[in-house]
T-cell receptor
């Protein structure tokens, strides 16, 4: 079965712009979580959605937002981009609680802000 | 202090060597994930285990829930094993807590 699909794979944006990243989970998975990975901070949790509801949110500014659609696909949006937002953004999906089922990761979207 | 700690941070080995990566955690968890990340970014799940030992090919993972410690072993290491290995604890609040990662380089 298809894995977790993230689009686009690479993105270059200018400071001040906004960006939307997409994540399609494995079919049947209702939980989607997002992570930011930078060389300095490692992997950090952004937010998690289940059945279109945000269940948890990490310690990121309000410029980072997300949503989940009825088909479980999720998008995250970053407004007013800053140079420090340059990172690999990973999404992961799970059947329900990752605590019980674990998460499957996508290949990530590498965002470069110039 | 991180809730999930890994050691070593960096590891260089010769092809064929036996490798051990350790993970200690302070959070209460019922299972632990070992993840592999190759250059380019994608993360692959290697193991999810809640007790004892699991083996897949040349990879072996063990966990002791009482001692809050897990190890990942690679037997007969190969250059294609070069990657970052990350242990991750799925919490009850719907997210992972990640270790800092171990960067492994296996030389031919």
């Amino acid at each position: 079965k298809a894995g977790v699909t993230q689009t686009p794979r690479y993105l270059i944006k200018t400071r001040g712009q906004q960006v939307t990243l997409s994540c399609s989970p494995i079919s049947g998975h209702r939980s989607v979580s997002w992570y930011q990975q930078t060389p300095g901070q490692g992997l950090q949790f952004l937010f998690e959605y289940f059945s279109e509801t945000q269940r948890n949110k990490g310690n990121f500014p309000g410029r980072f937002s997300g949503r989940q659609f009825s088909n479980s696909r999720s998008e995250m949006n970053v407004s007013t981009l800053e140079l420090g937002d340059s990172a690999l953004y990973l999404c992961a999906s799970s059947l329900g609680s990752g605590r019980n089922y674990g998460y499957t990761f996508g290949s990530g979207t590498r965002l470069t802000v110039v | 202090k991180n809730e999930v700690e890994q050691s070593p941070q960096n590891l260089t080995a010769q092809e064929g060597e036996f490798i051990t990566i350790n993970c200690s955690y302070s959070v209460g968890i019922s299972a632990l994930h070992w993840l592999q990340q190759h250059p380019g970014g994608g993360i692959v799940s290697l193991f999810m285990l809640s007790s004892g030992k699991k083996k897949h090919g040349r990879l072996i993972a063990t966990i002791n829930i009482q001692e809050k410690h897990s190890s990942l072993h690679i037997t007969a290491s190969h250059p294609r094993d070069s990657a970052v290995y990350i242990c991750a604890a799925p919490t009850g609040t719907y997210k992972y807590i990640f270790g800092t990662g171990t960067r492994l380089k296996v030389l031919a």
